[in-house]
């Protein structure tokens, strides 16, 4: 795989891609999405071969996972030294050094001054899980908030705080009661149909002027859960003052503010943390995806004023498991010595680069991002802003069978969250397919 351009050398999918395909279907659960159909047989880098010899470039990285790119050399050796050492030992009773080294990294890796505890979990959806039973345990108050349009996980107390898309919840229901959600801050679509900044920033304040004149009192939320960056909702950036009002009014009542890290976090804005960009503290983190370039996985880093939980109240068998701690110290390390910085810098040129095709298609409506984290939202008309839906479908499909790999959210958002390593070579490929694509989708008697 040394060659750095996407060679599609079958149709897609090809004839071993296809025996794949069908016994996959035959066996496993239909909950399943699949995308498109790759079936990949390796990857290198930012590259993904399929079982056909066919050759992608990756601007998904397994759903912002695959920080690191795939099978990079320093995290194999990791994890392949501690694969000869052992597997496994419960953490919840037993001790091992990466388990603490990695809590301490991330403890120092997080900004700010206060004590951290650390939690580990084996992903995101647990680590939320974690997260609503530490602050309903540490205030005793019954309710959260979340945001429409969040992503959370879904497991039942995950979905619970999750809005992202109604087929997710569907046939679920009792959800975790006392979990209340409200408006993001979607200045494109804003829900208030105001303008910034003349709004005041409504959406950070709809919770006290609102919420808690209606429905409850401040002094029973027990926490805020909210995402940085929404990513699932469709890769949306907030107003800059939405995450500090919002935590201004936590902080006057006493309430945990957490943030779900788990797609926008480990490098992709350039910073550590997503929420950094805002200038805010969180009280609680959550992190998964890219903890451990590919591992299962998960953490909640709080306060330590916050973990009062005594032992035995919560706990995993296979939470912070060796060869992922062993995986995730060479993640930090790799994104400390550059990652971090080179998010930064090709997050720019691709943004940069994406915002010129604004110019070109009146069928994108937005281009918005941070470092990798980049959201392009296509509509039928600028004017009303209607969701180019299936549009942004074909797009997917296209740019796959054009040997790009991309992943919508929202309702018409394509999103690039491609590995940290990406250099400027692989960017301009990507936005030329992505271009190509676009021009072929409006041939093809899409809206112009």
């Known amino acids: 795989m040394a060659v750095k351009v996407p060679d599609i050398k079958t149709p897609l999918p090809g004839k071993q891609a296809r025996k794949v395909v069908a016994k996959d279907r035959r066996y496993t659960?239909?909950?399943y999405i699949k995308e498109y159909p790759l079936v990949i047989a390796r990857g290198k880098g930012a590259m993904v071969e399929d079982v056909d010899g066919n050759r992608f470039l990756d601007f998904m990285a397994g759903i912002a996972v695959n920080i690191t790119?795939?099978?990079h050399p320093k995290v194999v050796r990791a994890v392949k030294k501690q694969a000869e050492k052992f597997f496994h030992i419960c953490s919840t009773d037993f001790y091992y050094e990466s388990f603490s080294n990695l809590a301490e990294r991330l403890v120092k890796m997080?900004?700010?001054?206060?004590?951290?505890?650390?939690?580990?979990?084996?992903?995101g959806a647990e680590a939320i899980e974690t997260a609503i039973k530490l602050v309903r345990y540490h205030t005793k108050r019954p309710y959260i908030i979340s945001f429409l349009g969040s992503f959370h996980g879904r497991t039942m107390g995950a979905l619970s705080l999750t809005a992202s898309k109604a087929k997710q919840r569907l046939h679920f229901s009792s959800f975790l009661p006392g979990v209340h959600h409200?408006?993001?801050g979607y200045c494109y679509r804003c829900p208030y149909h105001l303008t910034y900044d003349s709004c005041g920033i409504y959406c950070a304040d709809a919770i006290e002027k609102v919420v808690c004149q209606t429905l409850m009192s401040p002094r029973e939320i027990a926490a805020i859960f909210v995402e940085p960056i929404?990513?699932?909702?469709?890769?949306?950036?907030?107003p800059p003052e939405f995450h500090q009002k919002l935590k201004a009014f936590a902080e006057k009542n006493g309430i945990i503010y957490v943030v779900d890290e788990v797609q926008s976090g480990m490098g992709r804005t350039g910073k550590f943390l997503a929420i950094e960009n805002y200038g805010v503290e969180p009280d609680v983190v959550v992190l998964a995806k890219g903890l451990a370039s590919g591992l299962p996985l998960g953490a909640v880093i709080s306060k330590k004023k916050f973990m009062t939980w005594k032992a035995g109240t919560h706990g995993s068998t296979f939470g912070g498991n060796p060869l992922?701690?062993?995986?995730?110290?060479v993640t930090l390390e790799l994104l400390e010595k550059g990652l971090m910085a080179n998010a930064a810098r090709m997050g720019r040129r691709l943004l940069n680069k994406l915002k010129k095709l604004k110019k070109e298609f009146p069928m994108i409506g937005d281009v918005r991002g941070l470092g990798l984290m980049i959201g392009v939202e296509f509509v039928r008309d600028r004017e009303?802003?209607?969701?180019?839906?299936?549009?942004?479908?074909e797009i997917?499909?296209?740019?796959?069978h054009k040997g790009l790999l991309l992943l919508p959210c929202g309702d018409s958002v394509i999103r690039f969250c491609p590995p940290l390593i990406v250099n400027a070579r692989e960017v301009d490929t990507a936005v030329a397919i992505f271009a190509d694509v676009i021009k072929s989708v409006q041939k093809e008697g899409r809206p112009i």
């Open 29 to 31: 659960s239909s909950s």
């Open 69 to 71: 790119g795939y099978s």
């Open 110 to 123: 997080w900004p700010g001054e206060a004590e951290r505890s650390v939690f580990f979990t084996n992903s």
């Open 182 to 184: 409200v408006p993001y």
């Open 230 to 238: 929404q990513g699932e909702g469709g890769y949306i950036l907030p």
């Open 324 to 329: 992922a701690c062993e995986a995730s110290l």
């Open 384 to 393: 009303t802003k209607e969701p180019a839906v299936k549009e942004v479908h």
């Open 396 to 400: 997917a499909q296209q740019a796959f």
